[in-house]
């Protein structure tokens, strides 16, 4: 596989001194274009008594703009074809939508109104804070996303542990006056990134960028801060058959030097049906029905997240496995597996070349954690530059010896921390 496979694209640039960034990624073989808005304006930054308060402030932002009210604001999206998404994470907020590249600007002119006019229809605060308190109920209703939530918790501690959907007590306090004193302090352009891929016309666009967002106002926020972790086990007791657990531990961000040798190495332990949590103790042992490990990264802080899903009788010896897998990564790994994880880690890059939306989002996220972009034929080299000798020499040295545990179920386990 040669990064002659991928087409090196410059990414157009436009930067605001109010602190907002465009980005864009021309495809110009296709008919379509895929946009999104990256605002730092997540659960991070809900008091803590208002949790939830970034997710539900989302949800009324897409009630209706300048003069459309919520009903004639999806009516004209979906006139032109616009498939869009709206989402809250820890650290941002994000609108995204993507159509056909005729219809860009108009498309954009109704963000811009959705981010800069929005109505915020006080009548219709009851029905955001039902949807609102859906998202709560769903969570309950997944042991999984109970135990993950849960860990986050643990493992960002104060506001970037916060659950971006909120409580049912929390979601019950917020009123229409917190909602509107959110969006005044939290929609705003510095750190702000528009982000586009597909079929475009750049003159066009940064002329519309430069148009609609030069004279938005900046409004300064405190940064949020990391609090120290008190790494320890909890127990959600359930009277169920199954026992979910999740484990987490420290990790290196996408800032870091170390990054991509932590990637290699969290794809031999957990990448595919060859990888070792799923081979060892789901395979060979058959000690449970799904087990996983992820990155979790936010912008200055990361963490791995391992799950597993399995019976009460089988779930000390799954955790103790997964114990096991991670601690032996100390030993290195071989060649065969770090050939796996290269072939599988650049098809995926392979394949995300052909998607506007994915370039787009990655484009964003990227210049939002980093404040630089990366190309792809970059991570590329990157990764078909990696050897045996470094990952292990990194593994060696980065051995995780503090973990948070999270298990629920009817029966509590033993863990020794």
Same mark, same amino acid.
């Given at each position: 596989?040669?990064?002659?496979?991928?087409?090196?694209?410059?990414?157009?640039?436009?930067?605001?001194?109010n602190?907002? %960034?465009?980005l864009a990624?021309?495809?110009?073989?296709?008919?379509?274009?895929?946009?999104?808005?990256?605002?730092?304006?997540?659960?991070?930054?809900?008091?803590?008594?208002?949790?939830?308060?970034?997710?539900?402030?989302?949800?009324?932002?897409?009630?209706?703009?300048?003069?459309? =009210?919520?009903?004639?604001?999806?009516?004209?999206?979906?006139?032109?074809?616009?498939?869009?998404?709206? +989402? %809250? +994470?820890?650290?941002?907020?994000?609108?995204?939508?993507?159509?056909?590249?005729?219809?860009?600007?108009?498309?954009?002119?109704l963000?811009?109104?959705?981010?800069?006019?929005?109505?915020?229809?006080?009548?219709?605060?009851?029905?955001?804070?039902?949807?609102s308190?859906?998202?709560?109920? $769903?969570?309950?209703?997944?042991?999984?996303?109970?135990?993950f939530?849960?860990?986050?918790?643990?493992?960002?501690?104060?506001?970037?542990?916060?659950?971006?959907?909120?409580?049912?007590? %929390?979601?019950?306090?917020?009123?229409? =006056?917190?909602?509107?004193?959110?969006?005044?302090?939290?929609?705003?352009?510095?750190?702000?990134t528009?982000?586009?891929?597909?079929?475009?016309?750049?003159?066009?666009?940064?002329?519309?960028?430069?148009d609609?967002? +030069?004279?938005?106002?900046?409004?300064?926020?405190?940064?949020?801060?990391?609090?120290?972790? &008190?790494?320890?086990?909890?127990?959600?007791?359930?009277?169920?058959?199954?026992?979910?657990?999740?484990?987490?531990?420290?990790?290196?961000?996408? $800032?870091?030097?170390?990054?991509?040798?932590?990637?290699?190495?969290?794809?031999?332990?957990?990448?595919?049906?060859? $990888?070792?949590?799923?081979? =060892?103790?789901?395979?060979?042992?058959?000690?449970?029905? %799904?087990?996983?490990?992820?990155?979790?990264?936010?912008?200055?802080?990361?963490?791995?997240?391992?799950?597993?899903?399995?019976s009460?009788d089988?779930?000390?010896?799954?955790?103790?496995?997964?114990?096991?897998?991670?601690?032996?990564?100390? &030993?290195?790994?071989?060649?065969?597996?770090?050939?796996?994880?290269?072939?599988?880690?650049?098809?995926?890059?392979?394949?995300?070349?052909?998607? +506007?939306?994915?370039?787009?989002q990655?484009?964003?996220?990227?210049?939002?954690?980093?404040?630089?972009?990366?190309?792809?034929?970059?991570?590329?080299?990157?990764?078909?530059?990696?050897?045996?000798?470094?990952?292990?020499?990194?593994?060696?040295?980065?051995?995780?010896e503090?973990?948070?545990?999270?298990?629920?179920?009817?029966?509590?386990?033993?863990?020794?921390?």
């Amino acid at each position: 596989m040669s990064t002659t496979l991928i087409a090196q694209r410059p990414v157009d640039t436009c930067h605001l001194p109010n602190g907002m %960034t465009l980005l864009a990624e021309p495809m110009p073989w296709l008919q379509s274009v895929a946009f999104c808005f990256l605002l730092p304006s997540g659960s991070c930054y809900d008091p803590i008594t208002l949790q939830g308060l970034g997710s539900m402030t989302n949800e009324m932002v897409q009630r209706g703009c300048g003069h459309r =009210n919520s009903r004639q604001f999806t009516h004209d999206l979906d006139a032109l074809g616009i498939d869009r998404s709206f +989402s %809250t +994470s820890t650290l941002y907020s994000f609108f995204g939508g993507v159509g056909l590249s005729a219809n860009l600007e108009a498309a954009l002119a109704l963000y811009t109104d959705l981010l800069r006019n929005p109505l915020l229809p006080e009548e219709q605060l009851e029905e955001a804070r039902l949807v609102s308190l859906q998202e709560v109920l $769903s969570v309950e209703d997944d042991p999984a996303q109970k135990v993950f939530e849960k860990l986050q918790r643990k493992q960002y501690p104060g506001a970037l542990g916060q659950p971006t959907s909120g409580t049912k007590e %929390t979601l019950q306090a917020i009123s229409y =006056n917190d909602i509107v004193d959110y969006y005044q302090k939290g929609y705003q352009p510095k750190g702000t990134t528009l982000s586009v891929a597909g079929n475009y016309n750049w003159p066009k666009l940064k002329e519309f960028f430069e148009d609609h967002f +030069s004279d938005w106002e900046v409004k300064e926020r405190p940064p949020v801060l990391a609090e120290p972790i &008190d790494y320890s086990y909890d127990h959600l007791e359930e009277e169920t058959s199954q026992t979910h657990i999740g484990l987490s531990y420290d990790a290196v961000p996408l $800032s870091h030097d170390n990054y991509y040798r932590q990637r290699a190495a969290l794809g031999v332990l957990s990448d595919g049906m060859s $990888s070792r949590l799923f081979s =060892n103790i789901r395979e060979k042992q058959g000690l449970c029905y %799904t087990v996983f490990a992820n990155l979790q990264a936010l912008k200055n802080q990361a963490s791995i997240m391992c799950y597993a899903g399995t019976s009460t009788d089988r779930a000390q010896r799954t955790l103790d496995s997964i114990f096991q897998e991670v601690a032996t990564l100390r &030993d290195g790994i071989n060649q065969g597996e770090l050939d796996r994880f290269k072939v599988r880690f650049k098809s995926g890059l392979i394949r995300q070349q052909e998607s +506007s939306l994915f370039r787009c989002q990655a484009l964003a996220r990227q210049w939002f954690q980093l404040g630089k972009l990366r190309s792809i034929v970059e991570i590329y080299k990157i990764i078909e530059e990696l050897g045996v000798q470094e990952v292990n020499e990194y593994l060696l040295s980065n051995t995780p010896e503090k973990f948070n545990v999270v298990t629920l179920g009817a029966q509590q386990l033993e863990v020794s921390l």
